[in-house]
């Protein structure tokens, strides 16, 4: 009988070691992945900070391109305006005259006080000026509105802050917008819309 038991016991230990050895071999594994999973993330970022240096190294000399193109564009544009200016200016005024025969008690004549301007930056501007009007009258015209449409809510009876502020959240607006128009705190109203609802 104690034969059978030792070597059930000697079995059972040669089952043990050889699940420690499997054990052991797993951590093992786990342990060089662990190690790779480093290496990796460590040469992911050296990557990514390579790419975001030369990145931001591009952006650099596109806006320093950028730059050197838009002022050599108005260096260009304001020589050709002036150009212009003193064609027309040629045009305009006859050749036979001088300075002197032009002038009356050394006052300078309109012709030498007009400035030139192009036909299309003008026709630009002026169409740039009625938009901006335009949007203005919209804007003071609906502004009125709103205005006119605001003293007939309130005259009409007077809302209690729990009411103004339903109204206001059904408009869209948020919790701290309510509060600061009420002037109540943000979790008071936070809390009246969460009674409400």
Do not use: C, W
């Amino acid at each position: 009988m104690t034969i059978i038991l030792i070597a059930v016991l000697f079995i059972l230990q040669l089952i043990s070691f050889y699940f420690l050895i499997i054990l052991n071999t797993k951590l093992a594994k786990f342990k060089d992945l662990e190690k790779k999973q480093e290496r990796l993330m460590r040469e992911m970022d050296d990557t990514i900070s390579v790419y975001l240096a030369d990145m931001k190294d591009e952006n650099d000399r596109l806006i320093q391109e950028l730059q050197r193109v838009s002022k050599s564009e108005t260096q260009t544009n304001a020589v050709k305006q002036e150009e212009q200016i003193v064609r027309q200016k040629e045009q305009v005024q006859p050749p036979s005259l001088t300075k002197e025969e032009s002038t009356v008690d050394g006052s300078i004549s309109l012709d030498e006080q007009r400035i030139y301007v192009p036909k299309n930056i003008v026709a630009n501007a002026y169409s740039r000026q009625q938009q901006t009007g335009a949007k203005a009258e919209a804007k003071v015209v609906h502004s009125d509105q709103q205005a006119t449409d605001a003293t007939k809510k309130q005259e009409a009876k007077p809302l209690t802050v729990e009411q103004q502020a339903v109204e206001l959240a059904k408009q869209g607006k948020t919790a701290e917008e309510i509060a600061k128009q009420l002037q109540k705190g943000k979790t008071e109203i936070e809390l009246l819309l969460k009674f409400h609802h």
